[in-house]
Nanobody
Framework: QVQLVESGGGLVQAGGSLRLSCAAS????????MGWFRQAPGKEREFVAH????????VYADSVKGRFTISRDNAKNTVYLQMNSLKPEDTAVYYC??????????????????WGQGTQVTVSS
């Protein structure tokens, strides 16, 4: 089992940057691919980025490509989301998830077995 705790959210002006962290418990963290999703009020949870177990492969949603970077440090059991050039439409609660069923698309929330509690990101215009 994996427990996930997100941090690093906050209020930032448009064009600014934030770095989110997702700290995982458990000695098997390095065996999990990880994903970041976000959910705005009244909307479904939306895929943001995915990273494989070693960090050698990443996938991004078109809406964040070129602005966000996902990375991980397996020695620290942590996955990161560096968010640059933030826009008001990036406002949401951001969640990290630990990979579950590899047969499901990385962009589907159904793929992930474990979730953190989320961290709020608010971008003002």
């Amino acid at each position: 089992q994996v427990q996930l705790v997100e941090s690093g959210g906050g209020l930032v002006q448009a064009g600014g940057s934030l770095r989110l962290s997702c700290a995982a418990s458990g000695r098997t963290f390095s065996s999990y691919a990880m994903g970041w999703f976000r959910q705005a009020p009244g909307k479904e949870r939306e895929f943001v980025a995915h990273i494989n177990w070693s960090g050698s492969r990443t996938v991004y949603a078109d809406s964040v490509k070129g602005r966000f970077t996902i990375s991980r440090d397996n020695a620290k059991n942590t996955v990161y989301l560096q968010m640059n050039s933030l826009k008001p439409e990036d406002t949401a609660v951001y969640y990290c998830g630990a990979d579950g069923d590899s047969r499901v698309l990385v962009s589907s929330a159904k793929r992930y077995n474990y979730w953190g509690q989320g961290t709020q990101v608010t971008v003002s215009s």
